[in-house]
């Protein structure tokens, strides 16, 4: 009976008005997270979570009976229906709180930005809360926003009763605030660190338009901007010219794994090798295809021939062909029967160097 709530006659007016609501605010509820959900989808901000409820009876309860007088009526409380945003990065809170401006009309003498109280214990609460109601009208309700950090930290207060009745010693509120501050610095430097990357990347993009290769790191993002250059398409042409083949295309990103292994590092690297193997690539294109009434090709042709007349320039032979295959393929005994035949193939070609005795 420890929990019985007791409520004088305008506390329990007020609760049989929200039984009366009650239906209201779960539309509400689905429609306010509907419109957010859409409006975030729309502008492309992905979040960690978006979640919603509508306040229980027993909590409306508790909270009537610490305060129930400060309420004229229903209306007057203003969290029946809670929106909570979790987002990844502490500038998204912003972003967010951007999008609702638009969505919802915001009650700003009701609403709260807890991220400037600057308590030291105070990481978990450091929402961005704003009371808001549909643009059609309807009840207010509460919208939270706040990091995915912050969020664990809140649950983890809640979770050891740290916020609760029990009165904390000093020492173990100190230990508190010190993980706290740890929490906040680490929330920060993610998305400093993000914004760092990002301009990284936007800098190596712009060299790479501007063909300043040499000083682009040979990556998976850097590779990737780097074909929108389109730069195997004269080889390609060349090649297909054989026999006036068509030109299907596909992905080349498979091939990065096989450049990495030639110990390219840049993407100047990357240029060189195609400056330097190129006519010889071609030579050995001609010797297969001249023979063959292949009228289409794929669009990593040229960057096959290219891998492969290095393989042979650099004395890789049969082992280095399998190992090519294998990696540009995936492992199997046919990439041995590859192998050999481009072994038996290339001894015509001038560039390779074979053993005289062969």
């Known amino acids: 009976m420890?929990?019985?709530?007791?409520?004088?006659?305008?506390?329990?007016?007020?609760?049989?008005?929200?039984?009366?609501?009650?239906?209201?605010?779960?539309?509400?509820?689905?429609?306010?997270?509907?419109?957010?959900?859409?409006?975030?989808?729309?502008?492309?901000?992905?979040?960690?979570?978006?979640?919603?409820?509508?306040?229980?009876?027993?909590?409306?309860?508790?909270?009537?009976?610490?305060?129930?007088?400060?309420?004229?009526?229903?209306?007057?409380?203003?969290?029946?229906?809670?929106?909570?945003?979790?987002?990844?990065?502490?500038?998204?809170?912003?972003?967010?709180?951007?999008?609702?401006?638009?969505?919802?009309?915001?009650?700003?003498?009701?609403?709260?930005?807890?991220?400037?109280?600057?308590?030291?214990?105070?990481?978990?609460?450091?929402?961005?809360?704003?009371?808001?109601?549909?643009?059609?009208?309807?009840?207010?309700?509460?919208?939270?926003m706040r990091t995915a950090l912050q969020h664990v930290w809140s649950t983890i207060e809640h979770d050891t009763g740290y916020k609760g009745d029990v009165k904390i010693p000093r020492e173990y509120k100190r230990q508190f605030s010190r993980l706290a501050g740890m929490m906040e610095l680490i929330d920060d430097e993610f998305s400093r660190l993000r914004m760092v990357l990002t301009d990284y990347r936007r800098q190596t993009l712009a060299l790479v338009k501007n063909g300043k290769l040499d000083d682009v790191p040979l990556s998976a993002e850097t590779f990737r901007g780097y074909l929108e250059l389109h730069p195997f398409d004269r080889l390609n042409k060349r090649i297909a010219a054989v026999n006036q083949a068509e030109i299907f295309p596909v992905s080349m990103m498979s091939y990065l794994p096989v450049l990495e292994s030639f110990g390219l590092e840049t993407l100047g690297d990357v240029q060189h090798f195609i400056d330097e193997n190129s006519d010889d690539a071609y030579q050995l294109a001609l010797s297969q295809l001249a023979i063959t009434d292949l009228d289409i090709l794929s669009s990593n042709t040229s960057l096959q021939y290219l891998c492969l007349v290095y393989v042979l320039k650099h004395n890789g032979g049969r082992d280095g062909l399998k190992s090519l295959y294998d990696l540009i393929n995936g492992e199997s005994d046919a990439n041995g029967m590859l192998a050999d035949l481009m072994m038996e193939q290339a001894k015509t070609l001038p560039f390779v160097p074979f053993p005289s005795n062969n």
């Open 2 to 144: 420890g929990n019985q709530v007791t409520l004088d006659a305008h506390g329990e007016m007020l609760l049989q008005q929200y039984r009366e609501l009650r239906p209201t605010l779960e539309q509400l509820a689905k429609e306010a997270y509907d419109l957010l959900q859409h409006a975030l989808h729309e502008q492309g901000i992905y979040v960690t979570g978006v979640e919603y409820r509508v306040k229980t009876e027993k909590s409306l309860a508790g909270k009537l009976e610490l305060k129930g007088a400060k309420y004229k009526s229903i209306d007057d409380i203003t969290d029946l229906v809670g929106l909570r945003v979790i987002t990844f990065y502490t500038d998204e809170v912003d972003k967010v709180a951007a999008i609702a401006k638009r969505v919802f009309d915001i009650d700003w003498k009701e609403s709260v930005d807890k991220r400037k109280l600057h308590e030291l214990d105070a990481f978990g609460y450091n929402s961005l809360h704003y009371i808001c109601r549909l643009k059609t009208g309807g009840p207010r309700f509460e919208l939270q």
